[in-house]
């Protein structure tokens, strides 16, 4: 991203009153929505929980990783299409799939997942492996390695399994890490707007890491997200924001409302 497009976008953010609280309802009022002016039309992020989020867009409402209550996205837009990135309990849910897929939902998943699919989300779901695109609602979607590869730890997330996922709006881009080490592919990630960028251990990365790969693909804004690990491996978003150039604005949310425990 260059210095003058970023500049386009927060003056025509500044114009259109961005960033804001969307009053939706009590739950969805705990979490501060930011809204984005692309070429293509404004895109609200909600964040909703650790990996779970969802985005108002030109294309329709996307949701990612929806898993814990129903209740958790009441207030929110139903979605038009569902992304899983990959398997776990914290980003894959069947019964919370179930009760967010509305009668015109579109559903895509990566391989291993969609064979964890019961038939009846199976049969409406579209599956799409690491370096694969599928267009869904006009809008570009690119499969994207996401995985571990530091000794002890590739267990966690093995290459060729899970997905990161880009976006490709009219003029601007969105990219969702999942599960991953700071990889070779995500360094390579050109043009993009924003990032959700993951950070625990021993699962992900930490936020050094994460910060230093952020410095070679750059992109206009990132949410540190997914950020609570185990066994003191929790990475605190502020520190990630002290090492991030100023070239690129960091976006804090409240990933935990209920706390980090």
Not at 71 to 83: C, R
Not at 86 to 93: K, T
Not at 190 to 217: E, G, H, K, R, Y
Request: aromatic share 8%.
């Amino acid at each position: 991203m260059t210095h003058t497009r970023r500049t386009f976008l927060q003056a025509a953010a500044m114009s259109a009153g961005a960033v804001t609280v969307l009053p939706y309802s009590a739950r969805a009022a705990a979490h501060a929505s930011d809204m984005f002016p692309t070429p293509a039309g404004e895109i609200t992020v909600h964040p909703v929980e650790h990996a779970s989020f969802v985005m108002e867009t030109p294309a329709g409402v996307i949701c990612c990783d929806p898993v814990g209550a129903a209740s958790l996205y009441e207030g929110l837009p139903a979605a038009d299409i569902i992304l899983v990135t990959h398997e776990h309990g914290d980003h894959y849910n069947a019964d919370t799939l179930t009760a967010l897929m509305g009668g015109q939902t579109a559903l895509l998943t990566n391989p291993a997942v969609h064979d964890l699919l019961p038939e009846t989300l199976k049969s409406r779901a579209s599956r799409i492996g690491n370096g694969e695109s599928i267009e869904m609602a006009g809008l570009k979607i690119d499969a994207v390695p996401a995985y571990n590869f530091t000794e002890g730890r590739t267990n966690f997330h093995p290459k060729g399994r899970d997905n990161g996922y880009v976006l490709s709006f009219d003029g601007f881009r969105v990219y969702i890490s999942g599960d991953t080490e700071d990889t070779p592919e995500m360094r390579a990630l050109a043009d993009i707007d924003i990032a959700f960028l993951c950070m625990n251990l021993p699962f992900t990365m930490d936020a050094q890491a994460a910060a230093s790969a952020v410095a070679d693909f750059r992109p206009d804004y990132v949410y540190p997200y997914h950020f609570r690990g185990r066994d003191g491996g929790t990475q605190d978003p502020a520190v990630f924001a002290g090492l991030v150039s100023d070239a690129v604005e960091v976006k804090i949310a409240n990933w935990y409302p209920n706390g980090l425990g």
